[in-house]
């Protein structure tokens, strides 16, 4: 194990995880990443019915297993697709904020629930939220987190009271069907996608910057391309199901994405994504489940962190410079910078 604090805080700044295992902040520190499936155990997938029947399969199964299965419900259609197999009764939950931001996504998210009589719970997030649950995720990771985390990790506590076995979620959607395509549309140069993908610029942020140009050089193409599309499957894939793993990990809630397990079948028709019809077999799904809705855009995971960030300042720990340009951060930048702190202060 080697302890390099300089680079763990620039990973993370950089990425939202550590992406070098065996590299920690401190002793006696093992971050844990997810490692997704192996592709030889995954099932083919054609076409959206074949989803459909797919996805009945897994559920038919989850329901010998468990009597109270939940779900993780947004205004989106991955989500929306897989409440449908669920049975009347079961919890679905949405996130909400006091800043009313998620008006619309609710909406869309309460119809799913009338549709197959399930029982709709808001989920308010607010910063006492994040105080109260931020260090019980990072403390599970020995790192600092995503801004999904604590928020995930309060929906799992609220499921465990209502009785919710296992939780379901929509994650892996994006990367196996399609999704994600204002990364992957573009004809990608190495230096654009690297300044494109960056969450955030150590360099911009940290008084010891370390640089993690090693990550995106294992995936460059000739002198100025890159195989973003591996990129994507081996690192954002790790990234975004990490949150996950973490948090219902921290709440010992099981939790199951039947996605997950399904890889297309043909290779993605990269000009139906820039044409307008990101995950197009997922579409299709959510058309056989929803006739009578419009189908929705991509809708990321709520986090109304640009309400709650809005007037911070900033840190002031000495590893983070004195001039960060606070005014010019989205609230998710922000939150990495004010995460970064709480976890370097609790060493």
């Known amino acids: 194990m080697i302890i390099d604090k300089d680079f763990c805080l620039s990973s993370y700044i950089a990425f939202r995880y550590l992406w070098k295992d065996g590299v920690e902040f401190a002793e006696g520190f093992q971050h844990k990443n997810y490692r997704p499936a192996d592709d030889r155990e995954r099932i083919p997938v054609r076409t959206s019915e074949d989803i459909d029947r797919e996805i009945q399969k ?57 549709k197959w009589q399930l029982n709709h719970h808001l989920i308010d997030i607010t910063m006492e939220d994040y105080e109260r649950y931020t260090p019980i995720v990072m403390r599970h990771k020995f790192a600092p987190v995503h801004s999904i985390e604590p928020q995930i990790y309060k929906a799992a506590e609220l499921a465990k009271r209502d009785g919710v076995q296992l939780m379901i979620v929509g994650e892996s959607a994006d ?13 990608w140069t190495f230096d654009a996608f690297v300044k494109r993908y960056t969450f955030l610029d150590p360099e911009l942020v940290l008084t010891q910057p370390i640089s993690q140009a090693e990550v995106y050089e294992k995936y460059r193409r000739g002198q100025d391309g890159i195989d ?5 499957d081996e690192i954002f894939a790790v990234e975004s199901s990490g949150s996950y793993l973490n948090a219902f990990g921290a709440a010992w809630l099981p939790y199951y994405d039947p996605y997950a397990l399904l890889v297309m079948a043909d290779p993605l028709d990269i000009n139906r994504v820039r044409n307008g019809e990101p995950k197009y077999l997922v579409r299709g799904l959510y058309a056989i489940k929803y006739p009578e809705l419009e189908i929705p ?8 962190v640009d309400a ?26 922000k939150w990495q910078l004010w995460c970064a702190e709480q976890f370097l202060n609790s060493l």
């Not at 973003?228 to 994507?232: L, T």
């Not at 855009?297 to 109304?304: D, Q």
């Not at 007037?311 to 340009?325: A, M, S, Y």
């Open 228 to 232: 973003y599309f591996r990129f994507m």
């Open 308 to 333: 709650v960030f809005k007037d911070w300042n900033g840190p002031t720990r000495p590893e983070f410079r004195k001039d960060i340009p606070m005014q010019s951060l989205t609230g998710n930048q």
């Open 297 to 304: 855009f991509k809708i990321p995971m709520p986090r109304p």
């Open 175 to 187: 990367l196996i069907f399609g999704g994600m395509d204002k990364l992957i549309s573009p004809e």
């Open 58 to 114: 897994q559920f038919d199964a989850l329901y010998k297993k468990y009597d109270n299965i939940g779900i993780l419900l947004s205004g989106g259609m991955d989500s929306a697709c897989l409440s449908s197999y669920l049975r009347p009764g079961s919890h679905a939950y949405t996130f909400n904020s006091v800043s009313g931001v998620f008006d619309a996504d609710i909406e869309r998210a309460r119809k799913y629930c009338e």
